[in-house]
């Protein structure tokens, strides 16, 4: 039985900034049972997936036309899901079904830069609303603000990410110490799966360093590769893991013995 | 037809030109003072023209004295157009399109009220919160025009537009306000991240 379904950050962000049917489909699980949000995985979204919506924002302020904005996300390297979810989409409706718009190259650019505007907007607003318990066991740093526009026009939030790693000021150290045993037993059951993939790789390197000396700060982008074994491990014992990523999950939850729900969109 | 050949001529032919010159002409001089965020009230303004010929002096030609009031006005006009052609779209969902039973004939109807809502994208670049609900109604625009008028959809949007039109002061929670009676109604204001738009 279900006592709630605890979100990743997947499933979080499909309802939130998703399309009519991804909403639907994480909606209709949601609506069965009472949902469960760690500040981690809101940590995470707005780290990995707001900004990066945000500087996207932002930048149309400073060009003239969509074909440059595409030009800049493939320069700055942007997460390679987050250009092809966003920017990708856009530039494929622009280029099929949104060519009957007859937008100009400037045109598009404005019509992309007010949808991500509302995206930032409303999608964070329903991502804040989304869960009836946020809980916070990994002592994930809390209180940071919803994203908000300045005089230019330009969306800020600041998330202090220089405090990431710092064991003083991120719970994430204390809390894999505490269970190291189960973050070893994981980081064991990683190492033999055949040919893993490089995010896999980069876990099995990471976790070493989040349960390894308690008073040692660890760089930031080990939170990154640890996210999917902090949210199973994190997810209370009675709750169902509610994600599409079928892939890291099912190796991860076995070990820590956590239910999982797939979505597919 | 020769131009004018001395600056006397200038001003006359300025004081003689066509309203939407001078109109032009203000219309970016408001635009300029748009990012003076803080002009007294009371505070006037000269606007002049300079006049460079080839292989002479400049001259500086003036055009007019107008009030802060007078430009910021100027500066409204796209958004006052935009309220009156929300107008124009409310009075032909409310007085055409939902009134129409015959099928045929409300396609037809559906089928130009989407292409007028296409023709929004005219008033691109009024300000941020413009933008979004032109960015709004061009996405529904684009996946409605592919789907049989559905009268609940035209209702839901009659509602959205109603407080839009009256107002050229568009707020963040006016906009949510109308998006949220969009969504509602089952309106996709995501639909372009339906393409292939898989997170992970």
Known sequence: MIDGYFL?????????????????????????????????VLFEIARGYTRNLILLHNKCAQLGNFSELMKYARVVRLKS????????????????????????DKERLIHFRAFARRLIRRGWKTLRR???????????????????????????????????????????????????????????????????????????????????????NFPAGVCYSCGDAVIAHECP?????????????????????KAVEYFEV | MSGPTSIIEVE????????????AILDSTAEALGNEKKLAEGTNIMITATITRKG???????????????????????AVNLGKEISRLIDTIELKLLRENEPIAR???????????????????????????????????KTESALPCDANKMDALLKALAPLANTFVYTDDLIDEMEDVLEEAGFDLNAPLAINGNIK
């Not at chain 1, 990743?8 to 949000?37: Q, Y």
């Not at chain 1, 990994?138 to 526009?149: A, I, K, L, N, Y």
């Not at chain 2, 109807?109 to 009024?126: P, R, S, Y």
């Open chain 1, 130 to 216: 989304i869960a009836d318990l946020q809980v916070n066991r990994v002592g994930c740093r809390e209180g940071f603000e919803d994203p908000t526009v300045n005089l230019d026009g330009l969306f800020v939030q600041e998330l202090a990410l220089e405090l990431c790693g710092i064991h003083s000021k991120c719970g994430l150290k204390a809390y894999a110490v505490a269970h190291r045993a189960d973050l070893e037993r994981l980081r064991q059951k990683l190492k033999r799966i055949p040919d893993p993939d490089e995010e896999t790789n980069k876990r099995i390197r990471s976790l070493r360093d989040l349960y390894g000396l308690p008073i040692k």
């Open chain 1, 237 to 257: 014992s009675d709750s169902t893991i509610l994600t599409n990523n079928r892939k890291h999950f099912d190796p991860i939850s076995s070990v820590f013995g």
């Open chain 2, 107 to 141: 396609e037809l109807l559906n089928v130009q009220f989407w292409t007028d809502v296409l023709m929004l994208k005219g008033f691109f670049g009024i300000g941020a919160v413009h933008d979004e609900f032109v960015s709004v109604m061009l996405t529904i625009a």
């Open chain 2, 56 to 78: 002479q002096s400049s001259g500086v030609v003036k055009v007019g004295d107008f009030s802060v009031g007078d430009l910021y006005a100027f500066a409204e006009g796209p």
């Open chain 1, 8 to 40: 990743d950050s997947t499933a979080a962000i499909k309802f939130s900034f998703g399309c009519v049917a991804d909403r639907t489909v994480v909606g209709s699980k949601l609506s069965k049972t009472r949902v469960i949000i760690s500040a981690y």
């Open chain 1, 81 to 104: 899901h987050f250009q092809g979810t966003i920017l990708g989409a856009m530039e494929r409706y622009f280029e099929g079904e949104g060519a009957a718009l007859g937008l100009s």
């Open chain 2, 12 to 23: 006359d032919a300025l004081a003689r030109a066509p309203k939407f010159t001078v109109d």
